[in-house]
């Protein structure tokens, strides 16, 4: 059935593949929004943790030692590369929300392929050097 | 009886105060702004705690002890606490009133975020202001080198 522009009923306007007006439904737009949330919460849980277990610096030398011990194990240091790799992304597509926002809302696809591109690039320079020392010890 | 119909498509009010401070424009400014600084902090504070030298694997209390005795690493410390608190507990907030049904669920876990911000940021302030790199009693190979020379 062939359709010139304007003549959208109101079902297809809200069935289309790429609807107007909005960055967040729908392809790249939205799935980087449900990643921006998962990793948020993830990453502020890690926080409330972090911040706990610094804490015990304050108790004694041998109390935060032990707690710091068990993130210096293997099945740690994989949780590690996932905490970094949430926080990689929250901060680039967080960057990416801010360009979006304050320059130009046009270039949200290629700027989330920007961000996956950065990911890669930070993982790459990551992973290696931590999975070694984290196997090597 | 009678009965007042607004007009087609006329913009609803959105609440009866109509001045004052716009909070959620402030939420939604801090988010950006600090996440920008919590960018530079976050990225430094994992770069400096988990690439240089050994890693994961040099974490211990004398090397913290080195850190928070230098201003530099107590500043950037208590300024990354009290923004990716404030940030992340705002963040909380937004998908509480996303996914949070009732009035009641949404109080309930707004109340458990802003009791546990506030709480992590005091014991986080607090830690880092009264440090002490070389408590009384502990044994010397547990602390930092410069504790021995004082």
Redesign the interface.
């Known amino acids: 059935m062939p359709q010139t522009a304007g003549t959208l009923d109101s079902q297809q306007k809200t069935t289309s593949r790429r609807p107007a007006g909005t960055l967040y439904r729908g392809n790249t737009g939205m799935w980087s929004w449900v990643l921006h949330r998962i990793t948020g919460v993830a990453i502020f849980f890690f926080l409330l943790v972090h911040i706990l277990d610094t804490a015990l610096v304050r108790v004694s030398p041998e109390a935060y030692n032990a707690v710091i011990a068990q993130y210096q194990t293997p099945i740690m240091g994989l949780g590690e590369v996932a905490l970094v790799g949430a926080i990689v992304f929250h901060a680039f597509n967080g960057l990416r929300i801010i360009l979006i926002d304050f320059w130009n809302a046009k270039y949200q696809r290629v700027l989330f392929y920007v961000v996956i591109g950065l990911w890669v690039v930070t993982m790459l320079a990551f992973v290696p050097r931590h999975l070694i020392n984290v196997f090597s010890h | 009886m009678t009965s007042t119909i607004e007009a087609p498509r006329s913009p609803y009010s959105r609440s009866t105060k109509k001045s004052g401070v716009n909070w959620e424009k402030w939420g939604w400014i801090y988010m950006?702004v600090s996440?920008?600084v919590?960018?530079v902090l976050?990225?430094g504070h994992?770069f400096v705690n988990?690439?240089i030298g050994?890693?994961?694997?040099a974490?211990?209390?004398?090397f913290?002890?080195g850190k928070?005795t230098n201003p530099f690493w107590m500043v950037w410390d208590i300024i990354m606490?009290w923004l990716?608190?404030i940030h992340?507990?705002n963040?909380?907030r937004t998908?509480v009133n996303d996914y949070a049904t009732s009035r009641i669920s949404r109080g309930i876990l707004k109340v458990a975020i802003l009791v546990?911000v506030v709480s992590?940021i005091v014991?986080?302030t607090?830690?880092v202001f009264?440090?002490?790199p070389c408590?009384a009693g502990?044994?010397a190979n547990?602390?930092a080198s410069f504790c021995t020379s004082l």
């Open positions: 950006r996440g920008v919590l960018v976050i990225f994992l988990l690439m050994e890693g994961v694997s974490l211990n209390f004398a913290v002890a928070l606490l990716a608190l992340g507990g963040g909380m998908l546990s992590l014991l986080g607090l830690v009264t440090f002490d408590p502990a044994p547990l602390v």
